[in-house]
């Protein structure tokens, strides 16, 4: 455990160096001044790290990540230094599977970003997300509470956008049985109250 903090550590101190050497190189590229970066008072959390988990998760990172480049574009005047940045917050298989992105950076190979977040995308994001949130939601069960059967069910609709008539069978379908039986009165009295002339 602790060489592999040490490694982690050493890996970060590597990180640095480039990302400061990179904005070296950035501003002598430059033969102008660049001007004074105007005041930006929006803060951002930094964003969480991120271990190769596919789906959601894996959105959520590249959202920050992209907060993060289009908030402060200051700090990140290169792709490399977004790259940099990106890898900075990969740990476990992520961090691995960043490695070949992060030895181009390192050996000054010119590294485009936008090639880098598709590769990401293509690698960590659920591309069946559909057919799992349908496969989920006609397996759903209230187990706990109506509120956590809601929850659960609210959270696989929005993947899938039905019409509402499919999928407030399937609601009702998965309810225990004594909070199915409690429908039923209601059911019988909208209906009535639907047949009886205006």
């Known amino acids: 455990m602790g060489e592999e903090r040490s490694q982690q550590l050493a890996t970060e101190e590597t990180l640095q ?11 002598q590229q430059s033969p102008s001044p660049a001007p004074a970066p105007a005041f930006n008072p929006m803060v951002l959390a930094k964003p969480q790290t991120f271990n190769g988990t596919r789906g959601a998760a894996a959105k959520r990172f590249v959202g920050q990540i992209g907060l993060h480049t289009v908030t402060y574009p200051e700090q990140f005047p290169t ?5 940099v940045f990106t890898v900075l917050f990969m740990r476990d298989y992520a961090a691995t599977w960043s490695q070949p992105h992060l030895d181009k950076v390192f050996h000054e190979v010119p590294v485009v970003f936008d090639e880098f977040l598709n590769d990401s995308r293509s690698r960590f994001f659920d591309h069946n997300c559909q ?3 349908e496969v989920a939601l006609r397996n759903l069960f209230q187990t706990g509470t109506v509120s956590a059967y809601k929850q659960d069910f609210n959270q696989h609709t929005r993947t899938l956008g039905w019409a509402k008539n499919p999928l407030m069978s399937l609601y009702q379908h998965g309810f225990k049985e004594n909070i199915l039986s409690d429908f039923q009165p209601v059911r019988a009295a909208q209906q009535s109250a ?3 002339p205006h």
């Open 131 to 133: 057919h799992c949130a």
């Open 17 to 27: 160096q480039t990302q400061a050497r990179l904005n070296a190189t950035a501003g």
């Open 194 to 196: 639907s047949a009886v």
């Open 79 to 83: 792709d490399a230094s977004k790259v």
